[in-house]
């Protein structure tokens, strides 16, 4: 008992820490997302067990040219994104963001970490994260975003069709489908609005494999009978007239319908009444003709 309330002291002792950086760091929403996840390590690790799928975002935090009310205001959303993933979608999912406190934490390998381990990679679209792709950043910033980038250049020389399955596009609203790097264009993307539960239902459905729509039932081909019996015959003096083999082969095939009718079902009895029909009508029409 005396262990169980200390767990969950410390659980708030470390709750309210994040709540406390999280307010320093200007997030508002973002705040509870960091505050439950730390709060909630034993539960995460729970779900991991339950076999949870488990997502890695990666996002680049800012370019140079942004202003700081910028800078907050993404970081807000990529928090809300994250939370929503694990709170709405029951996603594990992982971001940069929960570990800023961590006094352990290894950013040179965190990140390519991740993504080596996690089932998914869902990259949060922007100029900044598309020049860290390309190499188009200053070298000087940027680090996290680019050693990222270049993990993920590697699973994909180790497995394409992989890396295509694992690799996904996260497109908020205000980001322009061109700002994509061309050699990403083949990744699924998904348009979310971090604020709006709705958005995600096609992200939710992938990530969980619960398509919308699902085949039907394949049933076999109903059987039809043919437009053209067969061509006229030419006698010896020049003159065409039918076959008889027509007319046996239309029997033969009314009589394997009325044996198939007295064991079929409902529906079946119905393609086979019309087929029936559509046979003894030929039949009459040819004996006029004889």
């Given at each position: ?15 309210r ?80 963001l ?10 040179g390998?965190?990140?390519?970490g ?25 070298p ?15 699973e ?17 609203p ?9 050699d ?11 604020d ?52 046996e ?30 046979i ?6 040819l004996?006029?003709?004889?």
């Amino acid at each position: 008992m005396e262990s169980e309330f200390e767990s969950a002291r410390a659980a708030i002792s470390v709750a309210r820490k994040i709540q406390g950086d999280a307010l320093t760091l200007g997030f508002h929403k973002p705040a509870q997302t960091l505050k439950e996840t730390k709060a909630s390590t034993e539960v995460s690790q729970v779900n991991e067990k339950q076999g949870s799928t488990t997502a890695f975002v990666s996002w680049a935090h800012a370019a140079s040219s942004w202003k700081e009310s910028e800078v907050q205001e993404w970081e807000r959303r990529v928090a809300t994104f994250t939370t929503t993933l694990r709170q709405s979608g029951g996603i594990d999912a992982d971001v940069d963001l929960y570990h800023f406190s961590d006094e352990e934490i290894d950013w040179g390998r965190y990140g390519p970490g991740k993504i080596a381990t996690s089932e998914y990679v869902l990259v949060v679209v922007s100029t900044p994260w598309a020049d860290r792709w390309s190499g188009k950043n200053k070298p000087t910033e940027g680090a996290g975003a680019v050693g990222e980038a270049d993990a993920l250049h590697g699973e994909f020389a180790k497995h394409q069709s992989e890396w295509q399955r694992k690799v996904k596009l996260v497109m908020f609203p205000g980001i322009s489908d061109s700002t994509v790097p061309s050699d990403l264009s083949r990744l699924q993307r998904f348009y979310v609005d971090p604020d709006d539960l709705d958005s995600y239902d096609g992200l939710f459905r992938t990530l969980t494999s619960q398509p919308l729509y699902i085949p039907a039932p394949l049933n076999s081909p109903p059987t039809l009978p043919p437009a053209v019996l067969s061509a006229a015959k030419t006698t010896s003096g020049g003159r065409t007239r039918k076959s008889t083999s027509d007319r046996e082969l239309l029997r033969a095939e009314l009589t394997e319908i009325n044996e198939r009718y007295a064991s079929a079902g409902p529906d079946l009895r119905t393609r086979l009444n019309h087929q029936r029909t559509a046979i003894q009508s030929v039949l009459d029409a040819l004996s006029k003709d004889s």
